[in-house]
């Protein structure tokens, strides 16, 4: 009979595709990880990995069973969890995605109010790119993701209403457009700017309220472009150009030595949206988490 501990280290396996990682992945020893493999192996008569040295490269047999496993172990922890929740209490893990603004300053405040409600229950956050998160909440990696409307795709994606996140554009507080803090949407064509990277949802947000009032942002200058809002506020800090983030950014770190700068006739919002996929059945803590959702964001 299968074992879904078993599959779970063949999961790890295949997802670091080493098995010393995978073993310190899930505190065990590299031996114990081989032999688990060795067992799974045996059991099917096939082999799921081919080595060479150090290397790993899935099977065809191992790319079929890792979907498989994965349902069987989702299964295996559903079980234990209803049977626990028989005690009266609800009891489980909840993995949900984000990306890095929503992930960092809006959503630790509702999983410390979840937390005072539900202590048996352990949420944990996957950051990623958005994208990146959905998919792995279609291949139901997670149980929920936070995403923009341009990220929600597939009929089985069910949303609630997280935050509206305000972007805001930022710059040195002796910089010239934070003499007035604010300036004309012909000035922004002798600015410097430092951008998100293209596939963040602040970017795309930018790009398209930049797009409504005809400029486009390709025709502006840009200096740098860095992988957070925090990176980019402090590059601003420190005078190398002006930024755009969420107005949660500026709220949270110190805004000394920025300047909010207002851009006449341009207003850059954008939904966030808490998600789930209805293919998969849900625990008694994920549906719980749900309506807790439902009833603290709206």
């Avoid at 990995?49 to 047999?61: C, D, H, K, V, Y």
């Avoid at 405040?109 to 352990?122: D, E, G, M, P, R």
Wanted: proline share 3%.
């Amino acid at each position: 009979m299968l074992d879904s501990h078993q599959l779970n280290v063949f999961i790890m396996a295949s997802e670091t595709m080493n098995f010393t990682h995978a073993a310190k992945m899930l505190h065990m020893s590299q031996p114990s990880v081989s032999q688990h493999i060795q067992s799974l192996e045996n059991h099917f008569n096939l082999p799921l990995f081919m080595r060479n040295g150090s290397r790993l490269q899935l099977t065809e047999a191992g790319m079929i069973l890792v979907p498989i496993a994965k349902q069987m172990v989702n299964h295996s922890i559903h079980i234990d969890e209803i049977m626990s929740s028989l005690h009266g209490d609800i009891y489980g893990n909840i993995m949900v995605g984000c990306s890095t603004t929503p992930g960092k300053y809006a959503l630790p405040k509702l999983l410390a109010l979840f937390h005072n409600q539900y202590s048996k229950v352990s949420v944990t956050c996957c950051v990623s790119p958005q994208a990146q998160a959905m998919e792995m909440l279609s291949n139901g990696d997670i149980h929920f993701t936070l995403a923009g409307n341009s990220h929600i795709t597939g009929t089985s994606i069910e949303i609630k209403k997280f935050i509206c996140d305000h972007v805001k554009m930022i710059a040195p507080t002796d910089h010239p457009w934070s003499k007035t803090g604010r300036i004309q949407i012909e000035d922004l064509f002798s600015g410097k700017f430092i951008h998100r990277e293209k596939t963040s949802g602040t970017f795309q947000s930018v790009e398209e309220a930049l797009r409504t009032i005809d400029v486009d942002i390709n025709q502006l200058t840009t200096v740098m472009t860095l992988g957070n809002s925090e990176s980019i506020a402090l590059a601003v800090k420190e005078g190398l150009g002006v930024g755009f983030v969420s107005e949660s950014v500026v709220n949270t770190l110190n805004s000394e030595g920025i300047q909010v700068v207002v851009v006449d006739g341009l207003e850059i919002s954008r939904n966030i949206y808490f998600c789930r996929n209805t293919n998969y059945s849900h625990s008694g803590a994920q549906e719980v988490f749900w309506e807790f959702i439902t009833k603290n964001i709206m």
